[in-house]
């Protein structure tokens, strides 16, 4: 089993910044790829961000290109998410998720808050 706990979440005002983490234990080697996705107040879940363990192939979402900055350290077993200029739309329960080199998201998180406020 692979156990992902985020940390970093908070309240901070509309341009502010936060920095996420995603520790990862357990068999952590048996996974290829971690990603951020975030559910907002009425929606639904969305992705935000994905790398390998290696750091390679990055992935974002065109709602954080640009402001958002995503990072893996791999003797860690850590997986950042470097969140600058938030906007009040950013405003969600974020989790970190991963999975093998192929197939679905098989481990989650349980979620941290990100409250911007205006």
């Known amino acids: 089993q692979v156990q992902l706990v985020e940390s970093g979440g908070g309240l901070v005002q509309a341009g502010g910044s936060l920095r996420l983490s995603c520790a990862a234990s357990g068999r952590v080697f048996s996974t290829y790829r971690m990603s951020w996705f975030r559910r907002a107040p009425g929606k639904e879940r969305e992705f935000v961000a994905s790398?390998?363990?290696?750091?390679?192939?990055?992935i974002y979402a065109d709602a954080v290109k640009g402001r958002f900055t995503i990072s893996s350290d791999n003797a860690k077993n850590t997986v950042t998410l470097q969140m600058d200029s938030l906007k009040p739309e950013d405003t969600a329960v974020y989790y970190c998720?991963?999975?093998?080199?192929?197939?679905?998201?098989?481990?989650w998180g349980q979620g941290t808050q990100v409250t911007v406020s205006s």
């Open positions: 998720a991963s999975r093998g080199a192929t197939g679905g998201y098989g481990y």
């Open positions: 790398i390998t363990w290696t750091g390679g192939d990055i």
